[in-house]
């Protein structure tokens, strides 16, 4: 009896043990706070993978469908069915929207969630879905625009988002004279670490720099699984599709595909089974002839990308084939430039094998190919002992991230609302309605000037073909009076303007056909500059004024937002060292900017890449501390400070005197306001140029013009591209490279050869250490624009003082022989300045109010006007500098 019950009290404790095993390993498996499956169009639930999407013709109160029937009457939705094309069901039925409508989600727990979209266009009675066109957004980023899927083809779309509201809202919105459509609609929480939120950038731009990708949309572009093994979504925690990696291999016969059924070795801090599951890190493909003496070759999978946008790319390792640790090293490739050298995994995890592992990269595809290659091989270091060659990859993933303008297709789309709704109606009335008037006026007049449109005809035509953006009308300042408060031009190809330098502040709004006579029809051999926004054309007035022609691009990136920036600061501005703006042309699709025409081009045309003569490095610095008084009347000029955002050599120019004037604001924003220490806005520069700190951490101050500037110093001493991808690797980044000489005291090395015995060292050192302040890591770390140019004006006389008294004009004896510094420093043009100096600033820029950055400058001045000249001046004689 008492046997019996034991027996029976063990054969409990092992059903609470089996149980408690079984809810532990459940416990394990992640359960999303949200998960919205909708079958769209569907009368009836369906399953998928034991997953159960429901129809939304039976929406309840936890989410909402909503048309525009609820806004604007007469509004259509309608279901259709159709035999499913891959066995899921998810793509026979449809939802059909004819004008804007939206699918609202509650959030139950704010953070990353998938969203995962179907579509497969057939034929249903009127509608044939094959000719749908529409855009897919939400209340913060644009997933699709202007999106028309393929002919009887599936499309699976997969996004990742940080959702920071109680609800998503994912809007539908037609093409004119369009419809959209969807199959299916998946909402759901994914784990808070399966983004971690930094990744590490691998671009030429700024190597090796830590980059979050918390608040960033991403879309799944490839997830392949190597081993050459498919993992379906019944057999992922999170319902992923991995896709065999045989059909992306650069070369099969340089691989092997493992797989293992050991044991993986999940470590604190590594990868988990949200990350990728067991199927992917249980199976690998390595080098065909592993641990072979001798064999070093790289093993390849090529991808095709779109080259407009930038990518996260993850790697996932995972050490199944060897059998001691720190047997495996190797390196990781992608692209031309390394991820990762002499990768040791075991030693990344506790010197534990079969330990899950990824990594995170970010990485542009520039150099035009339109592909991008990863690739494994084995380490090549020459210090390492004696290590068997072998590399390996587990998996991979590569998701695009969001643009500038928070989109994943290319362009802004106006997400729709309700209020957007109604607007959008009055909108395509008004426009119906202005299209039937021009073509009732369009048939008079046909008939009344029939001989006169002929010869109009023409350049009509290259008007219209000349445009695929929708037509605007600017109006900066309301009325009908242009942006710069002056009358219109009168179209006659004259001009009332003066062009001395100096903006009148008369901005003339031009006709397009003036600019085209004034550009010989733009000409293509008229063109003296290219840019983001377009090309630059030289152009003639009647009264044989020059003028430069800026022509907006449509299929540029930059657009309305920048010819609006443009015309409104430098409608403001007015300053000497700033390149004037003339006048613009908005008519009809044209987004035209006129300047005053700059004789000598552009600082980069005179440091390489063309015949120009040598500049001399007094032209040198003089051309450096024009720019930056202009960038210091930006930074200092205005109540609040402007902030350039794109400086580079390209955008600097010269008139016939070489006077340097700073050119292209359309990237331009304005500053912080005052109680805040900068402003938080999307990356947007140019390569080589870009502040890493602003890169990193998308907030923009001052100190981000500083950075770059630093790098347009560098350039006029080198004489170099700053990213020049043919040079040996640790070249190829001017800013870096240089810094490395700089710091070793030997900048004389690397500049230009056609400078070498002219620059006095004196001032080579000075302007060496201001260029090495200006790149300091951290913005707060970096001097002022009053300060650097400063520097610059010392710089100068270094050379120019110390030069005379080398050649005899002053024997060096004595302090008070030196030229003085200070009336140049302390001079400013009253022409290029209304502001009345309460302070006096380095060049004439001032304003009582502003404080910050001149704290340098002041002591300097302070130098200058309350101590003797003779010490001030001590330090030339000395070559020691400041």
Known sequence: MGARRVRSDLLMISVIISVSCALVAASAVYIPPDSYLIDCGSSVNTTVDSRIFVSDALATS??????????????????????????????????????????????????????????????????????ARFSVSTQEFTFLSDFQPEKSEAVFKEYSMNVTSETLVLFFTPSFNATAFINAIEVVSVPDDLISGVATSIDRAAPKLDISVTGMALETVFRVNMGNLSV???????????????????????AKF??????????????????????????????AFANVSGGVFNVSWEFSLDTSFTYMVRLHFCDIVSTATNALLFNVYIGSFYADHDLDLTSKMSNTLAAPYYQDFIVKVTDGSEKIRVSIGPTTSTTIGSVEPNAILNGLEIMKLNNSIGSLDGSDVHRSSNSDSKK????????????????????????????????????????????????????????TSNTFGSKFYN?????????????????????????????????????????????VYKGVLKDNTKIAVKRGNPKSQQGLNEFRTEIDLLSRLRHRHLVSLIGYCDEGSEMILVYEYMEKGTVKSHLYGSNNPTLSWKQRLEICIGAARGLHYLHTGQAKAIIHRDVKSANILLDENLTAKVADFGLSKTGPELDQTHVSTAVKGSFGYLDPEYFRRQQLTEKSDIYSFAVVLLEVLCARPVIDPSLPREMVNLAEWAMKSQKKGQLENIMDSRLTGTIRPESLRKFGETVEKC????GVDRPSMGDVLWNLEYALQLQEALASSSTGIDDGTSDTQIPELAPQIMAHDNVESEIENSIVTVDGVGD???????????????????????????????????
């Open 258 to 287: 493992v797989t293992a059924s050991g044991k993986l070795n999940y470590m604190e801090g590594g990868a988990n089974q949200e990350s990728a599951p067991d199927s992917v890190y249980g199976s690998l493909t390595e080098m």
């Open 848 to 882: 009582s109010s502003n404080q910050e950055g001149d704290r340098g400058r002041q002591r300097d001045q302070g130098e200058v006007l309350g101590v003797g000249m003779s010490k001030v001046f001590s330090q030339l004689i000395n070559a020691e500098g400041r």
């Open 491 to 535: 179209g006659n190809g004259t001009s009332t303007y003066t062009s001395g330098g100096q903006n009148t502040n008369l901005g003339l709004s031009f006709s397009f056909a003036v600019l085209q006579d004034a550009t010989n029809d733009f000409d293509a051999s008229w063109i003296i500059g290219v840019g983001g926004f377009g090309n």
């Open 232 to 254: 379906s979504p019944l057999n992922d925690t999170l319902s992923r599709t991995w896709t065999p990696d045989s059909g992306f291999l650069v070369n099969e016969n340089l």
């Open 775 to 778: 790149l300091a890591d951290y």
């Open 424 to 479: 959008n109606i009055g909108l395509i009335i008004g426009i119906t309605l202005a299209c039937v008037g021009i073509v009732a006026v369009l048939a008079v007049l046909c008939l009344v000037f029939r001989k006169k449109k002929k010869k109009r005809g023409k350049r009509t035509q290259r008007t219209k073909s000349s445009s695929t953006w929708m037509p605007f009308s600017i109006s900066i300042g309301g009325g």
């Open 62 to 131: 936890s989410w909402s469908l909503k048309t525009s029937q609820s806004v604007l009457a007469n509004i259509e939705s309608t279901a259709v069915s159709l035999k499913s094309v891959d066995g899921s069901g998810l793509y026979s039925t449809a939802r059909i929207f004819t004008t804007a409508s939206s699918y609202t989600f509650p959030i139950k727990r704010q953070g990353r969630h998938f969203v995962r979209l179907r579509f497969f266009p057939f034929v249903y009675r009127s509608f044939n879905l094959s000719t």
